[in-house]
T-cell receptor
Framework: KAGVTQTPRYLIKTRGQQVTLSCSPI?????VSWYQQTPGQGLQFLFE???????NKGNFPGRFSGRQFSNSRSEMNVSTLELGDSALYLC????????????????FGPGTRLLVL | AQKITQTQPGMFVQEKEAVTLDCTYD???????LFWYKQPSSGEMIFLIY??????QNATEGRYSLNFQKARKSANLVISASQLGDSAMYFC?????????????FGKGTRLSVIA
């Protein structure tokens, strides 16, 4: 079974531009979460999508947005890029059962390294 | 809210020896899961092992075992017979299990270097 894939792997943008990152989850996984990783702040949760709906959101400005499609693929968008948005953006997918106490292991993709100049 | 503390920024271990990476956590949720991930320089987070708060036995996965001490709120990762390929960043993470699909909360990580 193929793992989580993310495109592009590397991206260079300039301040003020916008960027769209894509994530394809493991087949059968319905939940997609996005994380930002920086040397200073570590790993921080951005948002989670399930069945095309945002189910959880981290503490990031409105410039960060996302969506999920009917095939569970997800995109995240960052508008008006700032230097501080330079980071590794990781996408993770999980089965996401609707009820019950279950182990919900999140499986991560290789990430997209974004550099904002 | 949950919090993960990894107090070892870096560790060195001789090849073929065992190493313990420390992780302590704080949460008010009665049911939670603890995870360890490995992140090589390539960037991908690789899932290693999971421990549920109500699991009676410590989790093991091949050379990885989790030393879970609930009363002390610690979930240390033990890697036996270290290999050069184990050199990477290791992250401890947790999430509540009864509060919907809550996100993972990560520690700052420990950089493990395996020396020949």
């Amino acid at each position: 079974k193929a793992g989580v894939t993310q495109t592009p792997r590397y991206l260079i943008k300039t301040r003020g531009q916008q960027v769209t990152l894509s994530c394809s989850p493991i087949s059968g996984h319905r939940s997609v979460s996005w994380y930002q990783q920086t040397p200073g702040q570590g790993l921080q949760f951005l948002f989670e999508y399930f069945s095309e709906t945002q189910r959880n959101k981290g503490n990031f400005p409105g410039r960060f947005s996302g969506r999920q499609f009917s095939n569970s693929r997800s995109e995240m968008n960052v508008s008006t890029l700032e230097l501080g948005d330079s980071a590794l953006y990781l996408c993770a997918s999980s089965l996401a059962e609707l009820a019950g106490v279950k182990q919900e292991t999140q499986y991560f993709g290789p990430g997209t390294r974004l550099l904002v100049l | 809210a949950q919090k993960i503390t990894q107090t070892q920024p870096g560790m060195f271990v001789q090849e073929k020896e065992a190493v313990t990476l420390d992780c302590t956590y704080d949460t008010s949720d009665p049911s939670y899961g603890l995870f360890w991930y490995k992140q090589p320089s390539s960037g991908e987070m690789i899932f290693l092992i999971y421990q549920g708060s109500y699991d009676q036995q410590n989790a093991t996965e091949g050379r990885y075992s989790l030393n879970f001490q609930k009363a002390r709120k610690s979930a240390n990762l033990v890697i036996s017979a270290s290999q050069l390929g184990d050199s990477a960043m290791y992250f401890c993470a947790m999430r509540a299990l009864n509060s919907g699909n809550t996100p993972l909360v990560f520690g700052k990580g420990t950089r493990l270097s395996v020396i020949a």
